[in-house]
């Protein structure tokens, strides 16, 4: 039986990349200006590119954003490598965000590298207003990224990195899906469906930029008690008084209302709904110090609601309401000399939070960093540095790492680092009283990790691979156990968790001819994770649905107007039955408008990412974007 079903899930992936040899031989002689994008990576303290970092660092340009079969910034991270997200909803209701088998609360999310993370709990952490029409890339930093971005950086970061206004422009994109299905909930007919619309502009003259987006989505779900209502506001302006200084503020909004059938709490919460509403500014600017200084301060405010309703038809019982506040300050600087470029910085950050069943709580952090990089040692790029941490809950920590990078040749390059990080509980694992779901534990200490990576890289013109192997070991992880479905689930330290991976990824990107390019992509990534001591007789939250197996592979055709685009996902966990998801986009752009139209999940796969949720059939989606430039 387990034979039959690789089987049937190889002879899929064949079927839709057995096009790929012919059209990678066709025009192999042609050459063209159509390169892998090369970026500078910006949540790097020292803005270094990514070709010579000696990190592992992917990067999704706007061009594959859009090509891919996704209307939301969720959707779009499930293509990339060793990100796992695990989707409760449709259009970017709820989902977590983990890298190469940790957890949501082991990842830093930013956008333009500014925290977005929540005290209170990583499920808030994709809570994000901004539209994927303004991101320009997401960088994804996979490792240990405490030594960068401070604490919570325990197994990697994702950075959103915005456009920057070029023109005037306005913007109206409209969507709308079905599974065709019928609706489960009495009373209720119909299919299950949901809709979007987003409307926004730019404003870009010499000195200044401002752009805003509205955001406006409603579903009645794909199974029952899981409609969503969403609204999201973002704005973002840059000032430039001259050459050497400018300003940046971003503030964004967002409203979520849904559903929570088996979300947190399975299976008593088939009648549980949640309501969030988040509120983040930031304001920030650069100047530059002569040739050689560089200084950018930064202050941000990121204000959570939380309305749990256990019983969405008995507000009585069973509601948690939380409040939190995070208020964050950063001053970074930069130095070139002859020698190399130095980093430097200091960081502080209050969290506050008022909940019904959490209390009140309130915890400052201290942080101060430095960071050499220098290119002076033929052939060697060495990145080291450390991460000074005080938290006035769990004293003081550092992450020292050092990234060292050999150049063979023009072409190859092999990399090599090391580095510690840590995860402070989250308010949620230390003081919730959620029974009978959940409950906190006030002796909680933190999560600390060492990982050690190797990779072999290659880079020429439009071809981009690599190879590698990490090892990772957290002491202290933490999880949530049970010991019987009869009591509520805890948090815990467990011990140690201690993960081999290896990865694997290969990028091409080839001209065929006049207005026709393809781009294909294939990740594969193995993960063995192992939890050593006091797992025994448990019954664990998340680490049992942590990824083995993740093997990713898009292929996007363009000839003149039309673009094409399958996107293929093969995922086995550490328990569960694997399964195979394979999606798909047709795209047709003239002038000021586009027309896309997706089919997600063709095969119509039963799948879980989150015990007790059943995901997305089958279902399609039918799009139309206009965008105007006026100059």
Do not use: C
């Not at 600017?285 to 309703?309: A, C, M, V």
């Not at 540095?385 to 990234?403: K, R």
Request: glycine fraction near 8%.
């Amino acid at each position: 039986m387990a034979n039959l079903f690789y089987m049937k899930y190889a002879s899929k992936l064949l079927l839709i990349l057995s096009s790929v040899p012919t059209l990678l031989l066709a025009q192999q002689s042609q050459t063209d200006s159509t390169q892998l994008q090369e970026v500078h990576i910006q949540g790097n303290r020292l803005q270094i590119p990514v070709s010579q970092s000696s990190r592992n660092i992917q990067i999704i340009s706007q061009k594959e954003i859009q090509s891919l079969p996704s209307t939301s910034i969720n959707e779009v991270l499930r293509y990339a490598a060793g990100v796992d997200i695990r989707q409760r909803g449709p259009f970017g209701t709820q989902a977590d965000a983990g890298i190469d088998g940790g957890s949501f609360d082991q990842t830093i999310l930013l956008v333009n590298g500014i925290k977005f993370s929540d005290p209170q709990t990583g499920h808030h952490m994709l809570n994000i207003p901004v539209p994927l029409e303004a991101i320009e890339r997401i960088e994804i930093l996979r490792g240990p990224a405490s030594r960068i971005f401070g604490i919570n950086g325990l197994t990697g970061a994702i950075n959103i990195v915005t456009k920057k206004a070029d023109s005037h422009s306005i913007f109206a994109h409209t969507y709308a899906g079905s599974s065709f299905e019928n609706r489960e909930e009495e009373g209720k007919k119909g299919i299950y469906w949901g809709k979007g619309i987003q409307l926004g502009g730019t404003i870009s003259t010499e000195k200044q930029q401002h752009q805003l987006y509205l955001t406006k989505e409603n579903s009645n779900g794909q199974r029952y008690n899981t409609a969503s209502d969403n609204e999201k506001i973002y704005y973002q302006n840059q000032f430039q008084f001259n050459d050497r200084n400018a300003l940046q503020m971003m503030a964004g909004y967002i409203n979520n209302e849904f559903g929570a059938n088996g979300y947190y709490a399975a299976p008593g919460d088939k009648e549980s709904e949640e309501h969030v509403e988040t509120v983040h500014y930031s304001l920030a600017s650069t100047h530059q110090l002569g040739n050689k200084w560089f200084i950018s301060p930064r202050f941000s405010h990121r204000y959570n609601e939380d309305d749990y309703r256990y019983y969405r038809n008995d507000l009585s019982k069973g509601r948690s309401k939380h409040y939190t506040h995070t208020l964050s300050g950063e001053l970074n600087a930069s130095y070139k000399s002859a020698y190399g470029d130095l980093g430097l910085g200091l960081e502080t950050r209050q969290e506050k939070i008022s909940s019904s069943n959490i209390g009140k709580h309130e915890r400052v952090n201290f942080g101060a960093y430095t960071e050499f990089r220098t290119s002076q040692i033929k052939n060697f790029l060495i990145n080291l540095g450390a991460y000074v941490n005080y938290n006035s809950d769990y004293d003081w920590q550092v992450f020292p790492g050092i990234d060292v990078s050999y150049l063979i040749g023009n072409y190859w390059q092999i990399a090599a680092s090391t580095g510690s990080s840590q995860r402070i509980p989250t308010f949620t694992d230390l003081y919730l009283n959620q029974r009978p779901a959940n409950i906190g534990n006030p002796e909680l200490v933190s999560e600390n990790a060492w990982q050690h990576d190797l990779t072999l890289k290659f880079n020429k013109d439009r071809i981009a691979a690599k190879a590698g192997y990490f090892y990772r070991d957290i002491d202290n992880f933490i999880d949530w156990t049970r010991e019987s479905t009869a009591v509520p689930y805890q948090a815990m330290n467990l011990g140690k968790n201690q993960v081999h991976g290896v990865l694997v990824n290969f990028n091409l990107l080839q001209p065929l001819g006049v207005d026709q390019s393809l781009r294909f992509q294939v990740d594969y990534n193995y993960l063995d994770p192992s939890i050593i001591n006091k797992t025994e007789n448990k019954i664990l939250k998340y680490g049992i649905k942590s990824l083995k197996h993740q093997l990713v592979g898009t292929l996007s055709y363009e000839v003149k107007e039309w673009s094409f685009t399958t996107a293929n996902r093969y995922l086995e966990r550490i328990s569960g039955t694997p399964y195979f998801v394979s999606d798909f986009r047709v795209g047709y752009q003239r002038n000021n408008f586009r027309v896309y139209g997706d089919v997600q999940n063709i095969f119509d796969e039963e799948y879980l990412e989150i015990e007790a949720v059943p995901l997305l059939g089958r279902w399609v989606t039918l799009g139309v974007q206009y965008n105007l430039k006026f100059r």
